[in-house]
């Protein structure tokens, strides 16, 4: 909840000098050019910096830094997508005591508007003696000169995510802040979530009438904060669409046809994690959302467990939010399988994002030591239908693994659980093997594809000789692989006895490749399963969906120890949105 942005360090001088040296990989690097759509590159870390776009459809990286005459923001500029930038370029000096990198807009009259989140207060109560303002300043003659930075609004605001100005030239920022010695929990929490504007450009602000809360339950794991951190976004009709973080599973929205009134917030077609949002829109005039979805954790023997936050996901809509495709991974927290940090956020949470004038985004995101990294993002790969996995290339696109140990102060224990072996008959080849090899729980892992209403996902699959137990199963939401709570929620599962027998007597035979179907329609509420091409199972649909499937997951279900288990050489997807 606190504010992201607070002074310069020596990893935001190492990201940006790792940024530059992907300038020498323009031929894998660069996009854009009406090729075939890639999967979202890791360009670089990039702690300590965000994103603005720049006239002429650049994107403008800024950071502050310790100048000639104080702290200072400076920028740089890319005109390829992300795979070079210039040289740093000072915007603003000298800065106050206290702050850091600034969240910045671009407006349309070329001039930037620059906000921070400001902390006073040496105590530990938000919005009683402790507190986080928002201050800004904004440019005037083509950026080069700058207001005195003004304090626009006093209390305890936690993190803010996307700024906007609207038609009319009104600049809409939204934020949420805490209601001093307000509990966290039912029936709301302690944040309200609102928004101040301008219609003057930046001179002086107001604050919305708007209270916009969201509910609040007992026994939930993690923080009840209540709605926060807000993203906003102008759609074609004139309304102005927000969708705010919540501790229900869902992202809340609220709607409003000026920026200053507000519609009581309600839950929209999208999960998440207790974790904020980006809208924005692509220079094709999509709308693209970047957010985890994913299920929250479970608690363990009543012991809170940190928030599932190991991905990140977009979606793209052409028809101004009414339908939706994607829902695929951009971004994945590179110590997912290893123990995790004991203190502090970690994954991969809150985006920053930009649009290119040619077509890509470009996304600032992570949380915790050597997770905030750039990445960029073709919008075209989220409309794909159709994937394949070998494992030729690793396990990067996986996660796979196992979460264990009784919970202390949110941290739980993780190591590798599913891992490559050899393929027992292709020289080369590799397959996912799945087994319980140990007294910790069995292993799981979980795949991502584009979402589809209905779709065919086939794979060749084959049971070890002394092979314990697996399912297979479809979800909409990224789930961790061995949270046995939340496999309740996953949409479709087709179980495998330890003799290979499958719900309908069939059997799968130890030691043979088989070819498994399954043919989902969510219309129908239904999954066709085939077995070497002779139909065998139907199973039903086990929970709504408001996003087409999306995930494969895969679980040893062993009682006991099984370190046969199972083999996976090929899967394939294709589905329709």
């Keep these: 909840m606190s504010g992201r942005f607070y002074g310069a360090t020596a990893a935001v001088v190492v990201a940006w000098a790792v940024l530059a040296l992907h300038g020498g990989r323009r031929g894998a690097c660069c996009a854009g050019d009406g090729s075939r759509p890639q999967p979202p590159v890791l360009l670089g870390p990039a702690a300590g910096s965000t994103l603005a776009q720049a006239p002429g459809g650049a994107v403008d990286m800024m950071h502050t830094r310790r100048g000639d005459t104080g702290p200072e923001v400076v920028r740089r500029r890319s005109t390829d997508n992300g795979c070079t930038w210039s040289e740093p370029q000072t915007v603003l000096r000298p800065l106050p005591q206290g702050f850091g990198t600034p969240l910045p807009l671009l407006t349309r009259d070329g001039e930037l508007q620059f906000f921070w989140l400001v902390a006073r207060g040496s105590g530990r109560r938000p919005g009683v003696d402790r507190f986080i303002d928002i201050w800004n300043a904004h440019s005037s003659d083509g950026q080069t000169r700058w207001t005195r930075p003004q304090r626009i609004f006093e209390g305890y605001v936690g993190s803010i995510n996307g700024m906007a100005q609207l038609d009319s030239g009104r600049i809409v920022v939204p934020f949420a802040y805490w209601v001093g010695d307000r509990p966290m929990g039912p029936p709301t929490g302690p944040n309200v979530t609102t928004v101040v504007y301008s219609d003057d450009g930046g001179w002086t602000w107001q604050r919305s009438p708007a209270k916009l809360t969201a509910p609040c339950h007992e026994g939930y794991n993690g923080s009840n904060y209540g709605a926060c951190e807000p993203t906003i976004l102008q759609l074609a009709d004139g309304r102005v669409w927000m969708l705010i973080r919540t501790q229900t599973g869902w992202l809340y929205e609220s709607f409003s046809p000026d920026g200053i009134h507000w519609s009581e917030p309600r839950p929209s077609r999208f999960r998440s994690s207790n974790s904020p949002g980006w809208l924005l829109r692509s220079a094709g005039g999509g709308i693209v959302l970047l957010w985890n979805n994913c299920e929250n954790t479970s608690r363990v023997n009543g012991k809170g467990v940190y928030t599932n936050r190991d991905v990140l996901h977009a979606a793209i809509s052409h028809d101004e939010g009414r339908t939706w495709r994607g829902y695929r991974e951009i971004c994945r927290d590179p110590f997912r399988d290893e123990p995790p940090p004991k203190r502090g956020d970690r994954g991969t949470a809150y985006p920053y994002a930009a649009a290119t004038g040619n077509g890509m985004i470009l996304c600032v995101t992570g949380q915790g030591r050597g997770r905030r990294t750039l990445v960029r ?201």
């Design 377 to 577: 993002i073709d919008p075209r790969w989220l409309e794909e239908t159709e994937q394949e996995e070998d494992f030729s290339g690793g396990l990067e696109g996986w996660s796979v693994f196992t979460a264990f140990g009784e919970p202390v102060h949110w941290w739980r224990n993780r190591k590798q659980g599913a891992h490559l072996v050899d393929h027992p008959t292709r020289a080369k080849a590799r397959c996912l093997h799945v087994r319980r090899a140990d007294e910790n729980p069995p292993d799981g892992a979980v795949w991502n594809f584009p979402a589809g209403q209905r779709g065919r996902l086939t794979l060749r699959l084959m049971l070890n000789k002394g092979f314990g137990g697996g399912s297979i199963g479809l979800a909409d939401r990224f789930i961790q692989p061995t949270d046995d709570v939340g496999e309740k929620k996953v949409l479709f599962t087709l179980p495998i006895r330890p003799d290979g027998r499958l719900p309908d007597g069939s059997r799968l035979q130890p030691g043979q490749w088989h070819r498994l179907e399954l043919a989902w329609d969510l219309e129908a509420g239904r999954c066709r399963v085939s077995v070497d091409c002779r139909s065998a199972i139907e199973l039903a649909q086990s929970n709504d969906a408001c996003a087409g499937v999306c995930y494969l997951r895969l679980r040893s279900t062993a009682e006991a120890l099984d370190p046969a288990g199972f083999l996976v050489e090929r899967v394939h997807v294709r589905v329709t949105p």
